[in-house]
């Protein structure tokens, strides 16, 4: 069964720093645009949940069609505001843990 996933990391201030689209299901011309819509209407629903719970896994917060939107709401000291992660060494392990546990 082909499946594909969007796995995005989003900045404090909606940013996002990193996107990365993993999976065995074809490419679709506006799918990456697609995935970004749905990531960017369930950050309102992330910023809700943050402040009411000490969870730091939100399953199933949104859901759109097939689609369903996990979060992880982490902090990281090392941060620099406004960069993104073009670490290629970053993106090959997120690939291959993704082809591990999709």
């Not at 940013?15 to 999976?23: F, H, L, N, R, S």
């Not at 859901?63 to 992660?85: A, E, H, M, T």
């Amino acid at each position: 069964m082909a499946s594909t996933a969007c796995f995005m990391i989003v900045s404090r201030n909606d940013i996002p720093i990193y996107e990365a689209e993993v999976g065995t299901a074809p490419k679709k011309e506006d799918a990456a645009h697609h995935h970004q819509f749905i990531l960017h209407a369930a950050l309102d629903i992330v910023q809700d949940l943050a402040w009411t719970t000490s969870a730091m896994f939100l399953k199933s917060i949104d859901r759109f069609n097939d689609l369903v939107v996990s979060v992880y709401i982490l902090l990281n000291p090392l941060y620099l505001p406004g960069s993104r992660i073009t670490s290629s060494h970053f993106d090959t392990k997120v690939r291959v843990l993704a082809r591990k546990y999709l």
